[in-house]
Each structure stands twice: as structure tokens, then as C-alpha cells.
């Protein structure tokens, strides 16, 4: 079959989205299947010297392939999900995770791989190709390669098992969000929501043909309920609805994910077992910053320890105020978002609503790339390519006017797309005999899209939250695209410690708070007037409200993992939620109520790669916090956080250099030191003796 035959055999540029069809996928992976096993089984033979050129180079060549055409379907299969995609996508599953535990269990390139790291040619090797080598070495360990035939087998199937669960569980959240809806026919029932959230409300309604305002499970549609409704029975409703999504007390029975949570600890830990470690933390840690789980439980609950004074307060003053100005005197989990903007509006003399009229799309945008070409002496231009759906942006990055990377911009939710915000690589960094190979991200979030006011399409509206996203996400972008390193398998965020992943994105979210930035990005929906700064003054003074009961809420989903995946026993007689309870009693200051099923559509650590390293959030949050730290201390003495200079020592040794060292190398060649975490908590105002202390 050829490329113009099946366009995900066409690797001459970017994706062909528009010609893309689920009848493509099984051809499509048949055919780069059995290529790449034709190119393992000759590099599984004799050869003459093991060498890069000879070796390493055609099996990255052959992976590679396979690996962007799945990459495409995997990308696919999360915006633009229907029945037959849905099906060729786990039809062929099977096969790839098949074909990638074989390769990591593949005893003879294994050998090969120690034969190079033992030759005299390895000492010659760039230091990027040596940290390939090396972690190639480290990953046959971790994939079963020096197993015992049965025992490979059991890994193997596994790994399938494993993978097929993963997708389900995505695939119950994704049908369960779906599948609710919520509607409302007065309009006196909306008392206290936003004009804007009204509106989206209506048009959801009358696209299904019905009157009134439709709520959804997606984020944009039910969280403005929570936290402005003033109809306390909707907030219940919708709160309900979307923490018993995809559990025994959802819709549908055959959406509940606990089944599928039990038998992944199972197989996770057996998976560990086999390799030789006491649980599957252990070998999650491995190729991580931290170095064993006890190190990280002692990290969190240090945290915790920190953060818990700051939660207590926080949580009295929001009882004490819903009692006296909301009638409230029983404060519910449904209430808590409410009560919150309530307070934030009498403590700041503002609310988010307020400040999202000013956060307009193209402003946004255009701001976000200020920043990005103020740091980093490169340009974003918008570009032309193919996408999945007419909402896709496609851009962009040049250097001294020569193309540096490119990125495919999809900020709406709808229906068929899972939720959440993400980066994902599309293509990776990688030099050939002719050219560099640019890389190219996908930046996906779940916003809000445009909505039509009286006949007039307005641009899409973005909470101050939602803009923070946007530069989150951006920064993996930024990582992924501005790498100066051109071996696939450490540039960009390739081979990155996951615990140091989130530095670049953490780190981006900080220009969201600087006057020098959001004055450039804002301009109010009907006059055009920019952010005044008095609100962006109350602002600030709000950005650590609460900052107590959100540290604590991130620690008691981190150690709800770590637990998990190192001292639960699978097997035995308790449960993934009795492990989360015990988790609240001793972390949270706040109880979810009983019904409360959070752990069924945790897709982080049960279909997202987080297993065993939520805790990689706040862990990258004390480098982050610190590597901003230096754009602050250049900002004292020439008057703006956007220092180029800093920008560019910031791109060098920590962008640039991707994963072909460890990250602490990369931060300290950076700041100078060793990181602390006297930034971060500084940043969340949790200092004894700073703002918003008890």
C-alpha cells in the first residue's frame, strides 16, 4: 500500500487530516508493523560492529514511523471520537502494544545495545546519543528483557491488558460526559449565571431542538453553574452528576470504571513483581527526579504539613461567611465554589466574570505569542495545514526567519472530544542527512467557543483560570518545539524526567500574573477598553485566596496515588476508595461527601501516564517557582519580567537541551544551585509571616 493510497503511510510533511478515514488505520498499522519487524529481525542478526549508524539509527527509523502513524489515531480517537474510529482504534491496539512489549522484552538488540555502550565508539558519541543509549538500557530492564521466557509471556500480556483497560476507562469517562444532560426551562431557575454561560446554555438547547438552556458534564457548561448559580438544587445536581460519572452511582452500569481500577493495581503490581520490585511505585520511579516513594510521601507531607494552617483558616472564614451572608449554614460540597466567588467578590470587590470580559480569544493569543517571541527572539506566524475540525488553528514558530517548529491550536470543547487540556507531540526534533526534521505539538484545551449575541458571533470569552491553561500547555509546547537537540529520543520532553515535565508549563503559567503581560491581552468584549489596572491590582491581591485548600486538594490526589501504587495490597480486602478516604482523613480539612467517586474518572493516573507520579506536579511546581524566581530577580534591576536575556539563558539550558541530560543538571547550569522550595511556597503566599497567613 502506498502513501497516496492511505494517508497515514505519508510521512513526506505534516498529517492529512482532511483525507484520514477509520478505514485507513488497520492497513496502516499492518503495513508499518510488519516493516518495522522486517528491520528488528535483520539488526536481531549478525552484524559486522555494533555502531549508531548501523544499529540504533534504522530501528529509530522504523519506530518512528509506526509510532507517529498511531500517534495520529491516539490524537484522533481523544478530539474527534465516533463509533467506527473508536473501533478501529482498539481493534488495533492489541497489535502495537504487542509489537512495543516485544521490542522492550527483545533479549538480542538488548545485548546489541550493551555491546555499543561497551564499545569504543560509545566514548565518541555526542552526549545526547550516550543518554539514548543509556536509557535504552535502562528501559529493556524495565520492559522484561531479561525475563525468563514465561515470565515475558505473563509480561506481555499484561502490557495488552493493561493497555485495553486504559482505553476503557478513557472511553467510560469520555461516554458518561457525553452522554448527561441537564435541562432547564425558566430562565428564573439561571438566577445568579453569567449572560455568557446563558447563552451557551440556550444555543446547546436549541442544536439538540429543545427549549431552554442545556447543561453539560463538560467543564465550560457545568462549572459556571457551581460557581454562580444561585439555585442551590442545580448546583447539587450537576456536582453530583459529574463526581458519580463513570461509577456504580452514575447512568449507565456499563460506564463504571471501578471494575477496571481494581484490575489495573492488580496487574500494575504483578507487572512489578515480575521485574523485581516490591510495588509498581517502585518501578514508576526509575526513570524519575525522585528516587524512591517514601522520598515522595515525605515531600508531600511536608506539603501538607505547610499548607494545612493556611487550608484551615481558609476553610473557616468560607463557613463563617456562608453562614452569615448565604444563609448557608451547612456548607455542602456544592456549595464551595459558590460560597467562594461570593467572598472573593465582598473580600476583592470583583469577580471572575468580571475579568473574563476583558480575556477575548485573539487578544489572548496575541498575547501569549508577545510573550513567547519577547523571551525567545523567535516569531509565531499563523500557517496552513489540514485539521480534524474547522476549529483548528494551525501556526508557525521561525528563527532568524527559518522554521523552528509548528502547532495545531484546538481550544473548544464538543462533543467527541475527551476533557481535560494537553500538549502532545505530533512529530519530534530530529536532523537528517538533508534537514533538520522540525518538530510539531498539538495544543489542545476545553474552552468555551464563540457564542452569537444578538445575531452577532462574539469571540470566545476566557477565564483568568482558562488563560493560565492556555500558557501552561504552551510551555510543554515550547519545550517540545524549541529543543536545540536533533536525536529523537531526547529531544523536546523525550526522556525527560516525568517529575520535571511540568517545569516549562508551571513556569509559563507565572507571565499570566505580570502587569507587563495581561495588559497587552486584554480588551473588554463591548468597548474594547483594556484591563484597568485597579482590577488587575485586586486581582493579585486575590491570587493566593485559598491557596491553602487548593495545595492541600492537589497533595491529597498525589498521595491518593503514590499510596496506590506502594502500599495497597490489590489483592486484598480493601479498596481503591477506602485507600482515597484515608487519604482525606489525614490530608483534607474539607470531606467530599460519600458519593463522591472522583477516583472513577481520575484519567491521570489510570489512562494518562501518571501512575505513581501525580506528585510530579507539585515536585516540577518547586523548580518552576524557583526558575521564575531569576526572571523576577532581572526584573528588580531592569524594570520587566520579560528579560530577554534571562529568556535565552532560560531557552539554553533547559528548553533547548530537552532530555539529553538529567533535569537537575539542566536547572542548576540555569539558576546556579541546587532548586528550593522557599519560591513556591512564596508564590502561594504560605510564609509565616507573608500575605494570607493565619
Not at 510488519?34 to 540504533?56: C, I
Not at 478516604?581 to 467517586?597: Q, S, T
Request: hydrophobic share 40%.
Amino acid at each position: 500500500m502506498t502513501a497516496e493510497q492511505n494517508p497515514l503511510l505519508d510521512f513526506s510533511d505534516l498529517p492529512r487530516f482532511a483525507d484520514i478515514r477509520p478505514a485507513h488505520v488497520t492497513p496502516a498499522v499492518d503495513s508499518l508493523l510488519a516493516n518495522a519487524r522486517t528491520v528488528v529481525a535483520r539488526l536481531e542478526g549478525p552484524l559486522p560492529q555494533v555502531t549508531w549508524n548501523d544499529f540504533v539509527a534504522p530501528l529509530e527509523d522504523a519506530t518512528e514511523k509506526l509510532g507517529r502513524a498511531w500517534g495520529i489515531v491516539g490524537h484522533l480517537n481523544s478530539v474527534a471520537d465516533t463509533p467506527e474510529l473508536r473501533a478501529a482504534y482498539n481493534e488495533n491496539l492489541p497489535k502495537v502494544t504487542e509489537f512495543w512489549t516485544s521490542l522492550g522484552q527483545n533479549l538480542a538488540l538488548f545485548q546489541k545495545y550493551k555491546a555499543l555502550a561497551a564499545s569504543p565508539e560509545f566514548g565518541e558519541l555526542s552526549t545526547p546519543r550516550r543518554k539514548i543509549v543509556e536509557n535504552a538500557l535502562r528501559d529493556f530492564r524495565l520492559g522484561g528483557a531479561e525475563l525468563p521466557d514465561d515470565k515475558k509471556l505473563r509480561f506481555a500480556q499484561i502490557q495488552e491488558r493493561l493497555a485495553a483497560l486504559s482505553t476503557r476507562f478513557s472511553e467510560n469517562v469520555l461516554d458518561a460526559t457525553n452522554d448527561f444532560a441537564l435541562y432547564v426551562e425558566d430562565e428564573a431557575d439561571l438566577s445568579g449565571l453569567p449572560e455568557d454561560a446563558k447563552h451557551a446554555a440556550r444555543a446547546a438547547a436549541e442544536r439538540d431542538g429543545k427549549p431552554g438552556f442545556k447543561f453539560t458534564l463538560h467543564f465550560p457548561s457545568f462549572f459556571p453553574v457551581l460557581q454562580y448559580s444561585d439555585k442551590r438544587s442545580l448546583r447539587e445536581a450537576l456536582y453530583r452528576a459529574n463526581v458519580t460519572k463513570a461509577s456504580e452511582l452514575g447512568a449507565r452500569p456499563e460506564w463504571d470504571n471501578t471494575a477496571n481500577i481494581a484490575e489495573i493495581l492488580k496487574l500494575r503490581k504483578e507487572e512489578a513483581q515480575l521485574l523485581g520490585f516490591g510495588n509498581y511505585a517502585e518501578v514508576s520511579l526509575v526513570p524519575k527526579m525522585a528516587e524512591t516513594p517514601q522520598q515522595v510521601i515525605a515531600f508531600l507531607e511536608d506539603l501538607a504539613r505547610r499548607a494545612r494552617p493556611f487550608a484551615e483558616n481558609d476553610l473557616a472564614e468560607l463557613r463563617a461567611f456562608a453562614a452569615k451572608h448565604l444563609g448557608l449554614d451547612q456548607l455542602e460540597a456544592w456549595d464551595v465554589a459558590y460560597a467562594s466567588e461570593k467572598l472573593r467578590q465582598e473580600r476583592y470587590a470583583f469577580s471572575e466574570q468580571e475579568v473574563k470580559q476583558y480575556f477575548q480569544e485573539p487578544k489572548v493569543v496575541d498575547g501569549l505569542f508577545r510573550v513567547i517571541q519577547s523571551l525567545f527572539a523567535v516569531h509565531i506566524k499563523p500557517d496552513a495545514a489540514a485539521t480534524w475540525h474547522p476549529d483548528v488553528k494551525f501556526f508557525r514558530i521561525e528563527k532568524n526567519g527559518q522554521l523552528v517548529g509548528q502547532f495545531y491550536l484546538d481550544l473548544y470543547a464538543r462533543s467527541g472530544k475527551r476533557g481535560g487540556a494537553w500538549m502532545d507531540d505530533a512529530r519530534g526534533r530530529r536532523a537528517g542527512q538533508d534537514a533538520v526534521q522540525t518538530p510539531v505539538a498539538y495544543l489542545t484545551c476545553n474552552f468555551s467557543e464563540p457564542v452569537t449575541v444578538d445575531g452577532k458571533k462574539r469571540p470566545a470569552l476566557f477565564s483568568h483560570d482558562e488563560v493560565t491553561t492556555l500558557f501552561h500547555e504552551f510551555g510543554h509546547g515550547l519545550h517540545h518545539m524549541l529543543t536545540q537537540i536533533d536525536d529523537l529520543g531526547v529531544a523536546g520532553i523525550a526522556g525527560v524526567e516525568w517529575d520535571a515535565v511540568e517545569l516549562p508549563s508551571q513556569f509559563m503559567e507565572n507571565f499570566c500574573w505580570e502587569w507587563d503581560v495581561v495588559q497587552h491581552m486584554t480588551a473588554h468584549v463591548e468597548t474594547g477598553e483594556p484591563l484597568p489596572r485597579a482590577l488587575f491590582d485586586k486581582m493579585i491581591a486575590a491570587k493566593n485566596f485559598q491557596s491553602g485548600l487548593q495545595t492541600l486538594r492537589q497533595v491529597e490526589f498525589a498521595l491518593f496515588d503514590m499510596h496506590l501504587h506502594y502500599d495497597f495490597d490489590p489483592n486484598g480486602s480493601r479498596t481503591a476508595q477506602d485507600v482515597l478516604n484515608e487519604v482525606r482523613h489525614k490530608a483534607a480539612v474539607m470531606i467530599p461527601p460519600p458519593f463522591n467517586r472522583f477516583q472513577n474518572s481520575f484519567s491521570h493516573i489510570f489512562s494518562g501516564g501518571y501512575a505513581a507520579g501525580y506528585y510530579s506536579y507539585k515536585w516540577a511546581e518547586v523548580l518552576s517557582a524557583d526558575a521564575y524566581s531569576a526572571f523576577e530577580e532581572a526584573a528588580r534591576s531592569t524594570g520587566n519580567v520579560l528579560c530577554s536575556e534571562t529568556g535565552m539563558r532560560f531557552h539554553r539550558e533547559i528548553l533547548g537541551m530537552g532530555g539529553s541530560r538529567s533535569a537537575l543538571e539542566s536547572f542548576k547550569a540555569f539558576r546556579g544551585r541546587e532548586p528550593s522550595i522557599d519560591a513556591l511556597l512564596r508564590h502561594n503566599g504560605m510564609v509565616p509571616d507573608g500575605a494570607g497567613a493565619p
